[in-house]
């Protein structure tokens, strides 16, 4: 899930932690919603039960839930940046979705790829 992984790096928590700052929450329900109108805009909207079940899941103060992909940058190990999120933006510019915080977690990955390749 490009959102959940989008969020908990550009956070720097899981979701549990996230929702314990100020903006968290929002900032995941945003993210969130550029990666279901970019599904949509490709001939894929979400059922509204299964975009409900995603948003508790990540808003949920008391989660420990977390993506593989802050796992492994947490580790200090190579990431799917560009696979999950960055698939994410080219798709969602390409439809011409709006996906300025996409784009924002994006560059975050970037430049964590970038300094372990340095």
Partial sequence: MASLGAANCLLHGTVGEYMRSRDGGD???QLFHECTETAKAAG???HPQAVA???RV???PKSSFNSSIYRDMRAGLPIEGDHLVGD???RAQAAGVPCSLLAVALAVL???SGRLEA
């Fill in 88 to 90: 994410m933006v080219r």
């Fill in 27 to 29: 900032i995941a329900l």
């Fill in 44 to 46: 894929h909207p979400m």
């Fill in 110 to 112: 970037e430049t964590y």
């Fill in 53 to 55: 079940g995603f948003q």
């Fill in 58 to 60: 990540l808003t949920n």
